[in-house]
């Protein structure tokens, strides 16, 4: 099969691999779209380093493809699997995506949303998944703000934190202020003109490095801040320390952050699903690229140009 073949960080080449075979609990996938985040940067760089020590390989990676997010049509099953059927539709997870054929675990899959492409469905799981996650508790008629709101999570941010009835403000550069627009935010701030204002009962923090004290300032008593992530935090523990300070602040202020670390599961992707089928969530697909060009998906996404998700397209 073709594949994006990386056999050692920092280094992949567009190539050829055997297919895979499913062992239990897994099926075999023919790959229709990878969605690409900032997560597949990491894996293939192997940066922050401590990404090596938390079981994606320490020398090398483990897996000899990039690429998580996935759809595709399931073309085998693996001993012990009756979720899923040769011929099904589905969306989630898996190690590998970036190539025709990936092995998937069921644990990490739910069917494929009705009405949308699999390019749309492969935008979804991670970035979704991790706005949901970050947003549980909110309640209708809330103030939600979501700084990197242009980006793959921010955009799912925006709009699941509308479906579940909140006022929602969004933070961006100039470029991407229509499109958070577009998603249903309710005020839109361009942080390359003045940062935000306003005070918040939920903050979902996918972009920007603005200090502790700044977020904490803007969220009123009982609020939370959830730390989803940014990209200033270094190439040791990106940024594990800034987490490590949020939580022992807990006990002395009146605000509560939460660093997130999303799931990857087949029960919140059937959420999303749903989400999706009902119209409430519509994935914001930007630029989908080539299988044959999957490396330059990376740099796109790394170069801070995307808008919405960025798909490679099988
Ligand atoms: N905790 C978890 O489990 C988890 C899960 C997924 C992702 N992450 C991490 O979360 C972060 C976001 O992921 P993503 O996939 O959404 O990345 P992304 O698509 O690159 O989005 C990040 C967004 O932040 C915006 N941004 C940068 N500086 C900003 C600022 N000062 N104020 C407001 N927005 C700003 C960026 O563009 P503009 O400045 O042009 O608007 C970009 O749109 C990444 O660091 C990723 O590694 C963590």
Partial sequence: MKAVVQRRYGSAVFGELAVPVPREGEVLLEVRAAGVDMGVWHLLEGKPYVVRILGFGFRGPKSPVPGRDVSGVVKEVGPGVTAFAVGDEVFGTCEGSFAEYAVAPVSRLARKPEGISFTEAAAVPISGGTALEGLRGVRPGQRVLVLGAGGGVGSYGVQIAKALGAHVTGVCSTTKVELVRSLGADEVFDHTVADFTGTYDLILSCGGARPLSRLRRATVAGGRIVLVGSEDGGAVTGGFE?????????????????????????????????????????????????????????????????????????
Avoid: C
Avoid at 252 to 257: D, T
Avoid at 265 to 290: M, Q, W, Y
């Fill in 242 to 314: 800034k987490s490590l300070a949020s939580v022992l602040q807990n006990p002395f202020i009146k605000q509560k952050f939460v660093p997130l670390v999303a799931r990857e599961r087949a029960e919140i992707f059937d959420e999303l699903r749903v989400l999706v089928e009902a119209g409430r969530v519509k994935p914001a697909v930007g630029k989908v690229f080539p299988l044959s060009e999957a490396l330059d998906a990376i740099d796109h996404v790394y170069s801070r140009r995307s808008a919405g998700k960025t798909v490679v397209a099988i």
